[in-house]
């Protein structure tokens, strides 16, 4: 049975289940669904501006008393290159004719809002239970603030490296990102996707290495996972891929008909969406540009350019230009709501384990 009860009492939730927070697919009613089955609902926040922070958060608070995870990114916005701009805009150019637009026009801006001083003073309002990063950590001055409000704090660490920084930084529980994982890369002390190990080779070394509690996450979408997780000593898991199914989700047509019918070799690690590596489901853009393209703009430029080219083309019924974000264990999804899921992935786990 799961004996390592450490990152449950930490938090104060029922379950060792982590809603992973997905900017795009995870809003409110996903957030509130996990948190509700006793899992830790999260609410992914780089892609929110602060009044759909006020009103997610507001929904959230409205509907559970649980605890809520809210996520951010802890990148360093890149410098101004128009150079490289121009030469992603050039590879890009045959697209945009024959898709029918003008490669000259201004494009969208791409952006991740790093967390940063106007962030914080919304985490000291809402005081949340929980406060994870993506990258890293923030500046020692904002993370003292955070801490300040009784938050627990996370991040995802994808080498042993990362896991000891992050503990020896202040984190509360450690995330050891596998490279299974569907998504962005944590990665933050390296930038060699080419180094990043598997979920269940990079656990029992974290575990082994850090004294905080270390949640699993990689590659976990069925109960099998959750008690090979246990096993290498994790405390939780976080689950992404799994809850894209679920109607909470806040997911495409075109990516929930992709999730459905991906191949188990479909699946790869790309930068031709923000410029930073993310694995998702294979498409056009990244069989012909990528998946890794030298010429894409630093995290997150790169995805302004590719802007015009999905509203244009996904009307039609074209996920040639979307991010189909997924992780490695895919096909093992099924479609029920959050919490049935939630409860079924923790029942199945406990028969396993028994």
């Excluded at 082994?208 to 996972?225: K, M, Q």
Aim: hydrophobic share 45%.
């Amino acid at each position: 049975m799961h004996t390592d009860r450490r990152f449950q009492e930490l938090v104060g939730i029922d379950l060792p289940i982590l809603l992973a927070p997905m900017a795009g697919p995870v809003g409110s009613e996903l957030a509130i669904a996990v948190a509700e089955a006793g899992g830790l609902g999260a609410l992914p926040c780089a892609l929110l501006s602060p009044e759909q922070f006020r009103s997610e958060l507001g929904i959230i608070r409205q509907r559970t008393a649980r605890p809520i995870n809210l996520n951010f990114f802890c990148h360093t916005p890149p410098m101004p290159d128009a150079a490289r701009e121009a030469a992603w805009r050039k590879r890009l150019a045959a697209y945009y004719v024959e898709l029918g637009l003008d490669p000259e026009a201004p494009v969208p801006n791409s952006s991740r809002t790093p967390f940063d001083g106007a962030l914080c003073e919304m985490v000291e309002e809402y005081r949340p239970e929980v406060v994870s990063f993506h990258f890293g950590l923030p500046e020692k001055s904002l993370l003292q603030r955070v801490k300040a409000t009784g938050a627990k704090v996370l991040s995802s660490a994808t080498t042993v490296e990362e896991a000891r920084w992050l503990e020896d930084h202040g984190c509360d529980a450690i995330i050891a990102q596998g490279a299974e994982a569907g998504g962005h890369r944590g990665m933050f002390l390296t930038d060699d996707v080419a180094t990043q190990i598997g979920t269940f080779a990079l656990v029992p070394q974290v575990v082994d290495a850090v004294s905080v509690p270390v949640i699993a996450a990689g590659g976990i979408t069925d109960a099998r996972g959750i008690v090979a997780a246990f096993a290498l000593g994790a405390s939780a898991v976080q689950i992404g891929t799994a809850y894209m199914f679920c109607p909470e989700a806040k997911v495409a047509a075109l990516h929930r008909q992709a999730l459905r019918s991906a191949r188990s070799d479909e699946i790869a690690i790309t930068n031709v969406f923000t410029g930073r590596p993310a694995r998702g489901i294979l498409n056009r853009i990244m069989r012909e540009v990528g998946p890794v393209s030298d010429l894409a703009p630093a995290f997150p430029l790169a995805g302004g350019a590719l802007a015009p080219l999905r509203a244009k083309s996904e009307p039609a019924g074209s996920s040639d230009f979307m991010s189909l974000w997924a992780g490695q264990a895919v096909r093992l999804g099924r479609e029920l709501p959050a919490g049935e899921l939630t409860h079924a992935l923790w029942a199945e786990a406990q028969e396993r384990m028994a």
